[in-house]
């Protein structure tokens, strides 16, 4: 399941914001999201997976931020094709 919200807490808070960007890890030929960001929040993921990366809590691997598209479109694009399944976030 996807949250459908920013992964970020500011001092104990949750962002309530929607997401506008997917994070993920890259680490090698693997690829796993680790969160989703406002776009307000972007810099302040890319310091705390930095810090998770430091700490071991995520593997290590290139950051990557990617915008989140329009979901509608893709998911019924690939329910058509059945391959790429993957880019459809919604459950
Ligand atoms: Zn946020």
Do not use: W
């Not at 992964?7 to 104990?12: A, E, F, L, P, R």
């Not at 309530?16 to 999201?33: H, K, N, R």
């Not at 680790?34 to 290590?60: F, P, W």
């Amino acid at each position: 399941m996807v949250p459908e919200r920013c992964s970020i807490s500011v001092k104990g808070r949750a962002c309530t914001l929607p997401p506008s960007l997917i994070v993920s890890i890259i680490s090698g030929d693997e690829e796993y999201m680790i969160g989703l960001v406002c776009s307000d929040h972007v810099m302040l993921m890319k310091t705390k997976a930095l810090s998770m990366q430091n700490s071991g809590k995520i593997g290590m691997g290139k950051i990557k931020f990617q915008e989140i598209k329009p979901v509608m479109t893709d998911c019924v694009l690939n329910q058509k094709n059945m391959d790429h399944d993957s880019n459809c976030l919604q459950e």
